[in-house]
């Protein structure tokens, strides 16, 4: 079995918050930036060498690309950003472009393309990434708006780091024995947490344009007005799920929107994917290990449909992507908002489950830490929590530095998620980061909490 770990275990205790990126010299973020990059690329390697060859070659569901696939286009990506774009190299592999363009080939019929053999792509991704390290110490981080604060490398970084987290997602599909292994969770260090939070009304600053890592779509920062409203303190549990499925939520149309309904009834879906029911307690399959479901983590790999229904059956509903980030970054002792719900210094270990750590989400309340200043509890890490919103531009919406990011992804297809997961690593997730998928994703470590508005007494009574 191999271990994954992308970040040092737990520890306690708290040490000063390294500057943010722009206060750093350039030798500083040079070094930052080359780790960043080395953790991304020691995530591949072992996801990649946890399986046999067969095992990388192989489709371990439509929804997904073969392991070996995700590699080569990780490889792919950086060759074209950063070999070629940022340091004006000769290509390394240019025949190979088409091969790995996502938006050439859908996922289902990658097996059938010549895609470069376990060996070839390993290759191929050590002689790019030994190409970009020396752009990168050759390029100065001062420069225009691609190299300036290292944006190119840590938009790679992201980017190898989200099709890591896409690989892990292949991991829990595949059939076979576990492969990967992972220390557990903390288990939560306080007592009963109140079951929700009021989040006071007024406007907060959402989005930013001083995150140098950001990306387009988190962009400019803008003034939004949020009534008030009550939200779960914590992510919706298994437990609270269960009940829901008992309940025969998933047998009653009354709780489902006309397209949730249609689509639960297509497909028979009975319970959370790799849920299964036996004798009177549910089960589930974790990266081959099939074992009960814990009462006390948050649900996952829900679709949207199936936590809108939740919701409705527990007389709530999902939240809008503006509430989730005002819970999430507004202080209302400064007024100002956070880069993170704990503060502005980078996620540490006693903050969230984060980095691939651990192989499954924290009970809820493991992270007192990492809470916001209204009190909210693992926004960040853990599941990620599908919204009610449709994945929009931000008013002043610029592509950058290409449409195919965020751009052609915009509109009512798409439903935003917010937070990240266990499996997602801290260059990847921030207060302001926007994830988006369709509403029907089950395979995706997605789970969710519930929102109210507040009734007119307690409105009156400022709650």
Not at 236 to 265: I, K, L, M, P, Q
Not at 444 to 459: M, N, S
Request: charged share 25%.
């Amino acid at each position: 079995m191999t271990s994954v770990h992308s970040e040092p275990p737990d520890v306690s205790g708290v040490r000063p918050a390294p500057p943010p990126l722009w206060e750093r010299s350039e030798e500083d973020l040079r070094a930052h930036t080359a780790e960043v990059l080395h953790r991304a690329r020691a995530r591949s390697t072992a996801l990649t060498e946890a399986v046999d060859d067969d095992d990388l070659v192989r489709q371990h569901s439509k929804l997904m690309s073969p392991l070996v696939w995700d590699l080569a286009h990780i490889g792919s990506q950086e060759e074209i950003w950063l070999v070629r774009d940022v340091g004006g190299r000769e290509p390394l592999r240019p025949d190979i472009d088409d091969l790995y363009d996502a938006f050439q080939h859908p996922r289902a019929t990658r097996p059938e393309l010549p895609l470069l053999g376990p060996s070839e792509a390993r290759g191929y991704v050590a002689q790019v990434r030994s190409k970009a390290l020396d752009v990168l110490e050759r390029t100065s981080l001062s420069g225009d708006a691609l190299t300036g604060t290292a944006f190119a490398f840590g938009m790679i970084a992201q980017h190898e780091q989200q099709h890591d987290e896409t690989m892990l997602a292949t991991h829990q599909l595949r059939r076979g024995d576990p492969v990967l292994r992972a220390p557990e969770p903390p288990r939560p260090a306080t007592g009963d947490l109140p079951d929700e939070v009021v989040v006071p009304a007024g406007p907060f600053a959402m989005g930013t344009s001083v995150e140098p890592w950001a990306l387009d779509n988190e962009r400019p920062v803008h003034e939004v007005f949020v009534a008030g409203f009550a939200l779960d303190t914590t992510p919706v549990t298994n437990a609270a799920f269960a009940a829901f499925a008992d309940d025969g939520g998933y047998r009653d149309s009354r709780w489902w929107s006309a397209e949730g309904w249609a689509y639960r009834s297509a497909h028979d879906i009975v319970a959370p994917r790799f849920w299964r029911r036996e004798g009177d307690r549910w089960w589930r399959r974790r990266f081959g290990v099939d074992e009960p479901v814990p009462d006390d983590e948050p649900v996952m790999h829900v679709s949207y449909y199936e936590a809108e229904a939740f919701a409705r059956w527990a007389g709530r509903r999902l939240p809008t992507e503006a509430e989730w980030e005002k819970a999430a970054r507004f202080d209302p002792a400064t007024g100002r908002s956070r880069r993170y719900p704990w503060g502005d210094g980078e996620p540490e270990p006693r903050h969230a489950n984060l980095g691939q750590r651990h192989l499954r989400p924290a009970p809820v309340g493991a992270y007192p830490d990492g809470a916001s200043p209204l009190g909210v509890h693992q926004l960040i890490g853990d599941v990620w929590e599908w919204t009610s919103s449709d994945f929009r531009p931000y008013p002043g919406f610029a592509a950058f530095p290409y449409r195919e990011y965020s751009e052609v992804f915009f509109g009512p297809e798409h439903k935003v998620l917010r937070g990240g997961s266990f499996g997602s690593d801290p260059v990847a997730v921030r207060g302001t980061f926007r994830n988006w998928d369709y509403p029907i994703r089950r395979q995706i470590f997605a789970g969710f909490r519930c929102a109210r508005d507040l009734t007119a007494a307690e409105t009156a009574a400022g709650v």
